[in-house]
């Protein structure tokens, strides 16, 4: 069965913390990773794509682990509008596959 | 910016009744679809679309039709809703495949 797996939280960190994500999924040919952030009630919004070698933005950096099929997110001095639910999203079918698998999300809260 | 735009936030309807949902993007995406978002369940998808007229199903088709008679628009339709139904319904859009998607701001959608 193909999967995308993520530790639901909820993780409850103080504001300036360092707090790190992971998500494995099923498919080793997968080609395609992305994390979405999801604010309540919201839609779902692109945070970053993952590449092969890791990639930055800001406070946010991604990670992608082929060997043992998982993808990391770090966020560093975490900010109280950090606080969301963060989607792992894989394209499990590999290449030409028109599928997006979302994972059920990692709830953080981030507290004064 | 891609422009997902969903024509109801919020959306209440009777058992039995056909049910249209519409969904317009403005970037000229070829790939559109249709997913439904419930507690603990994460994101499913329902229908999804590469072309004009052309539609496949996702994982959970039952109870759902689509039409795609124009590039830009991607409707869902529930034939003869229920209240099991009751959902959160999110369109999305992508250029190509392996691309991230672009998500609408989402339909609450009950089913009385």
């Known amino acids: 069965r193909k999967e995308v797996e993520q530790d639901p939280g909820p993780f409850n960190v103080p504001e300036g913390a360092t707090v790190a994500f992971n998500c494995t999924y099923s498919?080793?040919?997968?080609?395609?990773f992305f994390w979405y952030r999801q604010d309540c009630r919201k839609e779902p919004k692109l945070l970053m794509s993952?590449?092969?070698s890791g990639n930055e933005d800001g406070r946010f950096t991604a990670q992608l682990n082929r060997a043992s099929q998982y993808i990391s997110l770090l966020i560093r001095d975490s900010k109280l509008s950090d606080s969301a639910t963060y989607l792992c999203?894989?394209?499990?079918?590999?290449?030409?596959?028109?599928?997006?698998?979302f994972g059920k999300g990692t709830k953080l809260s981030v507290i004064p | 910016d891609v422009k997902v735009t969903q024509s109801s936030r919020y959306l209440v309807k009777r058992t039995g009744e056909k049910v249209f949902l519409e969904c317009v993007q403005d970037?000229?995406?070829?790939?559109m679809f249709w997913y439904r978002q419930d507690p603990g369940l994460g994101l499913r998808l329902i229908y999804f679309?590469?072309?004009?007229?052309?539609?496949e199903k996702g994982d959970i088709p039952e109870g759902y039709s689509v039409s795609r008679e124009k590039k830009e628009r991607f409707s869902l339709i529930l034939e003869s809703a229920s209240t099991n139904q009751t959902s959160m319904y999110l369109c999305?859009?992508?250029?190509?495949?392996?691309?991230?998607?672009?998500f609408g701001d989402g339909t609450r959608l009950s089913i009385l």
């Open positions: 999305a859009s992508t250029k190509q495949v392996n691309q991230p998607q672009h």
């Open positions: 498919n080793s040919a997968s080609q395609s």
């Open positions: 993952v590449y092969s």
């Open positions: 999203v894989v394209n499990l079918g590999g290449a030409g596959s028109y599928q997006l698998t």
């Open positions: 970037m000229d995406h070829e790939n």
């Open positions: 679309s590469y072309d004009v007229k052309m539609k």
